[in-house]
């Protein structure tokens, strides 16, 4: 069976989280973690951006892959705030292009509350955002489930 080795970064807002939303949706393969489906998974790395303007992303992406991070996982929380993180498409594609390691948008499901107000306030509208909370965007059920 592949081995996935996962490194979360959340947003600095929320840097006292203990990552139940996150470790609960990788436990149960839902969210952006459903790819997962059918592989083992080990969280090997979970921190904070730091701060706007993520001062920590140059550095923790390389930490953890010394400690064998395969796929670094943008937190929900990121996507979810108010406003949204304005840098994670550059997050994600320094990542990219520093590390050549996987990036994805999202960890647990978008919870319903800030489904209900982003759609109301029309934050996703724009097609950039609507490829960023796809792999968070689940059915109403779902997203109750996680409010």
């Not at 400690?67 to 996507?79: D, K, P, Q």
Request: with cysteine.
């Amino acid at each position: 069976m592949k081995r996935i080795r996962i490194g979360i970064i959340i947003c600095d807002r929320y840097r006292r989280c203990a990552g139940g939303k996150c470790f609960r949706s990788l436990r149960d393969r839902e969210g952006a973690f459903t790819e997962y489906k059918n592989m083992a998974v080990e969280i090997a790395g979970y921190t904070n951006c730091d701060g706007c303007p993520g001062g920590n992303i140059e550095y923790a992406v390389d930490e953890m892959m010394k400690n064998g991070v395969t796929v670094i996982h943008l937190a929900t929380g990121l996507i979810v705030g108010y406003p949204p993180c304005p840098s994670i498409p550059v997050f994600s594609d320094f990542i990219k292009v520093k590390y050549g390691i996987e990036v994805v948008y999202g960890t647990h499901p978008i919870p319903q509350k800030y489904f209900i107000m982003h759609d109301q306030l029309g934050t996703w509208r724009d097609p950039e955002w609507g490829k960023i909370i796809q792999p968070a965007l689940t059915d109403e059920k779902m997203r109750m489930a996680y409010d």
